[in-house]
């Protein structure tokens, strides 16, 4: 069954560096999703994706926050300077289409995001 | 502005009784209703959704949720657990304007034998 996968599972970094969360969306899906859940807090949308462009994103990504779609395959999400309060898990998603509202949208396993 | 609220951080139950999860949602407009499951070390996986039609929606692995507008909830059910339904129970909104999903706080369901 085709999945969502994301890399790496767990990352540590110092404050200040950047880092960069790889996402593999599900092949023929189109529209794409970064979300995150800080410990013990809720899940809370970053940004959709589609056509290689934002379509839509939170008050929480902010000019420290980019995304990718560098080749057909990957979807990345870009931290440029770390903060304490990045760290949180980071979860990609995808639906095949978003005209239809309906669609499911598939969560990858999350990528732990830890600042030191 | 949209929320999702659970109230119940943590559900313990024993192995074969019935369970529900609370989940109400406010929204002054048209909205799409989920629950996910998110099992250890696992992404989030849908279980049901409520989009139109029937109130009463089935889901997989025996859950079933209950659309209540005058009373904007949306809970989860099952009349009887197992073990393996130990997890993380996610509800969330989704606007009709709008792709994104808007989550609720999460429910850990702790089955004991």
């Known amino acids: 069954e085709p999945e969502v996968t994301q890399t790496p599972s767990h990352q540590v970094t110092q404050m200040g560096q950047e880092v960069i969360l790889r996402c593999v969306p599900i092949?023929?899906?189109?529209?794409f999703y970064w979300y995150r859940q800080i410990l013990g807090q809720k899940v809370e949308f970053l940004v959709s994706f589609y056509n290689n462009e934002i379509s839509e994103k939170s008050e929480i990504f902010d000019d420290q926050f980019s995304v990718e779609r560098p080749d057909g395959s990957n979807f990345t999400l870009k931290i440029r300077s770390t903060k304490l309060e990045d760290s949180a898990m980071y979860f990609c998603a995808s639906i095949e289409s978003g005209r239809d509202f309906y669609n499911e949208q598939f969560f990858g396993p999350g990528t732990r995001l830890t600042v030191l | 502005a949209q929320s999702v609220t659970q109230l119940d951080s943590q559900v313990p139950v024993f192995e074969e009784a019935p369970v529900e999860l609370r989940c109400n949602y406010s929204?002054?407009?048209?909205?799409?209703l989920f629950w996910y499951v998110q099992y250890p070390n696992q992404g989030l996986q849908l279980l049901l959704k409520y989009l139109s039609g029937s109130t009463l929606v089935k889901g997989i692995n025996g859950f079933e949720a209950e659309f209540n507008k005058s009373q904007t909830s949306f809970h989860l059910r099952k009349p009887s657990v197992h073990i393996s339904d130990t997890a993380e129970y996610f509800c969330?909104?989704?606007?009709?304007?709008?792709?994104?999903?808007?989550f609720g706080s999460g429910t850990r369901l702790l089955v004991r034998p």
């Open positions: 092949s023929n899906h189109l529209y």
């Open positions: 969330a909104v989704r606007m009709d304007s709008s792709y994104k999903l808007i």
């Open positions: 929204s002054s407009v048209s909205v799409y």
